[in-house]
């Protein structure tokens, strides 16, 4: 089955630039998205298709994709920005969505 | 503004079946696909399965670790989403997420309800 790899945890001071990871092999062809989970919430999308940015994101968080390794960067990480984050992708058939398994964002 | 709502978690034996809602509503729910994702205690998301629009004959699609046991269905006229979950174990513990898929040159989940849990237990 397919699968997704995250880094389990990344930790900045605040003002810093976090860069959260997640490799697959499907993603040089198909999308990686991201979503931020703060303790107790339902999960919020705040990347698609690798780089776009929903409405009421940050600025500091940006997303790229090359080959087969997406990013999510958050440039001067605030206290605000702790959280887990999630990238999620389809496998080669397209048929079957996975989320990677997370990594626990800490900035302080 | 997009709102949803689960509801029919609670506590089953081992064994046992539960049916799950989701109802929504700030939006043309007809249109869209949806999905359901779920999270056990202190675990990450996992997605479940999703179901198409009646354009695209309302087909389904569903995790292999959920293949055979649960099923995913809608009614549109009552703009709501169902999860019917059969043969229960422990490890289907967890909270599950209603989730709306938009499309934007790609299908992908863009929001989701506060979930509801489900905990699978004698």
């Known amino acids: 089955s397919y699968e997704l790899t995250q880094p389990p945890s990344v930790s900045v001071s605040p003002g810093q630039t976090a860069r959260i990871t997640c490799s697959g092999d499907a993603l040089p062809k198909k999308y990686a998205y991201w979503y931020q989970q703060k303790s107790g919430q339902a999960p919020v999308l705040v990347i698609y298709e690798d780089n776009k940015r929903p409405s009421g994101i940050p600025e500091r968080l940006s997303g790229s994709s090359s080959g087969t390794m997406a990013t999510l960067t958050i440039s001067g990480a605030q206290v605000e920005d702790e959280a887990d984050y999630y990238c999620?992708?389809?496998?080669?058939?397209?048929?079957?969505?996975?989320f990677g398994g997370g990594t626990k964002l800490t900035v302080l | 503004e997009v709102h949803l709502v689960e509801s029919g978690g609670g506590l089953v034996q081992p064994g046992g079946s539960l049916r799950l809602s989701c109802a929504a509503s700030?939006?043309?729910?007809?249109?869209?696909?949806m999905d359901w994702v779920r999270q056990a205690p202190g675990k990450g998301l996992e997605w479940v399965g999703r179901i198409r629009n009646k354009a695209n004959n309302y087909t389904t699609q569903y995790a292999a670790s959920v293949k055979g046991k649960f099923s995913i269905s809608r009614d549109d006229s009552k703009n709501s989403l169902y999860l019917q979950m059969n043969s229960l174990k422990t490890e289907d513990t967890a909270v599950y997420y209603c989730?709306?898929?938009?499309?934007?040159?790609?299908?992908?989940?863009?929001?989701w309800g506060q979930g509801t849990l489900v905990t699978v237990s004698s």
């Open positions: 999620y992708s389809i496998d080669s058939s397209g048929n079957y969505w996975v």
């Open positions: 700030g939006f043309t729910f007809s249109d869209h696909y």
């Open positions: 989730a709306r898929e938009t499309y934007s040159g790609s299908y992908f989940v863009d929001y």
